[in-house]
């Protein structure tokens, strides 16, 4: 059975369609790799799977056997479907572990105090944050730490399945090297992971499945080496301010 079933998914604002009836499942243990050019409709997609902030107008989403397209954020994030946001979210004002703690609380409700700061230490070391960096303000941290930071508040709530929006946007080559590292990690723990990025080489070492958007629509889906030598795909991507390298 998939983990994620998304069936014919629409979300419009005024007169776009941001998204236009897009249909796709992830298989549990996979990484599947979304792209497509700016404004496609990516980060409205993991929006309305989350419920954060809206969910869609009309269409299904099941996800691990439970329909959640009508759900609050809060309670499909207790079934176990986490994210992180394509700019770099955190309290800027709380500290690095104050930061993973609040999420993990959040996230995983009724676990004791010390069964949640256990939680909390484990996600900043599977992200690599180290412990000489827990007590730094949030705001206080590099671009690269301050995504750790938002990947470690999305693992201390312990999911089935983690969205990750672009995370490698703004990165250097080695951070995306060490990236690319960090999500295979967390897809060994056995997290099922749907992955936007723009940088393809990124969607093509880590993805068993990669479904492209243009304009809310599904382009195509399918294996990723397939996928980049679609001429459609190739059309899609020519001339857009993020070119695909
Ligand atoms: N809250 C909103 N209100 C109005 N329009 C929105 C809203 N969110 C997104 N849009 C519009 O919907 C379209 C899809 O946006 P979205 O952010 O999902 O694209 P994207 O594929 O994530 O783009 P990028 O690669 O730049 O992140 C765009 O035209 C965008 O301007
Ligand atoms: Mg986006």
């Known amino acids: 059975m998939p983990l ?73 994030a207790w079934l176990g479907l986490a994210r992180t946001f394509q700019r770099e979210t955190s309290f800027d004002k709380l500290t690095v572990f104050e930061n993973v703690l609040v999420s993990g609380a959040y996230g995983k409700p009724n676990r004791s105090p010390e069964e949640e700061r256990a939680g909390a230490l484990e996600a900043l070391d599977i992200v690599g944050l180290p412990r000489s960096r827990h007590g730094r303000l949030a705001e206080e941290l590099s671009v690269f730490d301050r995504k750790c930071l938002m990947l470690a508040t999305a693992v201390a709530m312990q999911p089935k399945m983690l969205l990750l929006d672009e995370p490698a946007s703004g990165l250097t080559r080695p951070e995306i090297e060490t990236s690319i590292g960090l999500i295979r990690r967390i897809a060994d723990l056995g997290v099922t992971i749907v992955l936007i990025e723009h940088v393809l080489t990124f969607l093509m070492s880590l993805s068993q499945h990669l479904l492209v958007l243009n304009q809310g629509e599904v382009l195509t889906i399918g294996n990723p080496k397939d996928v980049i030598a679609d001429a459609r795909v190739i059309e899609a991507y020519l001339g857009t301010r993020k070119a695909a390298v």
């Open 4 to 76: 994620l079933e998304v069936e014919s998914v629409s979300k419009a604002f005024g007169s776009l369609k941001a998204l236009d009836k897009v249909s796709f499942k992830v298989e549990p243990g996979e990484i599947f790799g979304i792209a497509g050019p700016n404004g496609s409709g990516k980060s409205t997609l993991f929006n309305v799977i989350t419920g954060i902030p809206f969910g869609p107008d009309s269409g299904r989403i099941v996800f691990d056997g439970v329909e959640i397209q009508r759900k609050a954020g809060h309670k499909i």
